[in-house]
């Protein structure tokens, strides 16, 4: 059984920076991809970042520049740094794992920004 574990969140003001962190516990079978995605309370889930078993990270165009993605391949785990934070990425980001069996999802945390 897979565990995703989040951490990290909170409140920043418009220009300021969180951190995100998830680790993935349990029988890990091969990892395909792992990343984040975030929904707003208007929006739909959507793509922030993610990283490929071939080593290549995907960010959306929103985030291009301001965040970056940082995976242990040994540990299982993702942080996501964000930068220069704007209310528009006032969200809930959840934690995302793809292996060969199946994906898996982190519970969420809350990400605000007030301008």
């Known amino acids: 059984q897979v565990q995703l574990v989040e951490s990290g969140g909170g409140s920043a003001r418009a220009g300021g920076s969180l951190t995100l962190s998830c680790a993935a516990l349990?029988?890990?079978?091969?990892?395909?991809?792992m990343g984040w995605y975030r929904q707003s309370p208007a929006g739909q889930r959507e793509l922030v970042a993610i990283?490929?078993?071939?080593?290549?990270?995907n960010y959306a165009d929103a985030v291009k520049g301001r965040f970056t993605l940082l995976k242990d391949n040994i540990r299982n785990t993702v942080s996501l740094q964000m930068n220069s934070l704007t209310p528009d990425d006032t969200a809930v980001y959840y934690c995302?794992?793809?292996?060969?069996?199946?994906?898996?999802w982190g519970q969420g945390t809350q990400v605000t920004v007030k301008g």
């Open positions: 995302y794992l793809q292996t060969t069996i199946r994906a898996h």
């Open positions: 349990g029988s890990i079978s091969m990892v395909n991809r």
């Open positions: 990283k490929t078993s071939d080593g290549v990270t």
